[in-house]
């Protein structure tokens, strides 16, 4: 049925174009949101940097500016002379060294791909191919982060594995459930900071989980 000039079908809203096509004339584009938490990509993305940096204002900023304001007292004037200058050296380390751990964990986790979340806590839930050999490739999956299994439970689908440490990195618990049909199974593939005091993992995590869910789909 032909409707008159200016009118607009019922339940469309005028200024907006339909899904999947363009923008309305006159009109704002249809805002990119984020396919899995429906929140616009650009508020994830500022949301992210926040965090980051919001972090390591805590560690390793405080640290530094702390040794900054103690070391600062050589050359500052004894008393409440010096502690102005006492004060901006160790604002300025807390600042510097904010900036230098924050921008190293956001090129670290763009390093590591695409997210599933925000901060070292990471996890996705995926389909996989099921098979005789699905226990197998899940201990392969592992195994090449590098990490060390220490349970690899078939009947429940429960895999569990911690990466290896060094004096830089605690470590992460990555674990891989299993559920649904056995034939069509779906992953849920988490990794944890075996440090519960750990605020910035460099993108570790979401490179764990990123990790194994290529291992197991390929």
Known sequence: MRLPPGTVPHGERAG????????????????????????????????EVLRVYGAALLFPGLLLGLSSFNLAAFWAADGSEGLPMRFTWGVIGLVVGAGIA?????????????????????SATVPVRGGADLHFRVKVALLSLPAEIHRADAEAGV??????RSWLDPGERVTVELTGDPADPQARITSRPRSRALLLDHGRGRSNVNRVIAALQE
């Open 16 to 47: 907006t174009a339909a899904a999947g096509s363009g923008p309305a004339s006159g009109g704002l584009p249809d805002q990119v949101n984020d396919g899995d938490t429906g929140v616009p990509v650009v508020q994830a993305a500022s949301v």
């Open 102 to 122: 924050g921008t190293w964990s956001l090129l670290g986790e763009r390093r590591a791909g695409a997210g599933h979340g925000l901060g070292p806590r990471q």
């Open 159 to 164: 895999y569990a594995a911690d990466t290896v």
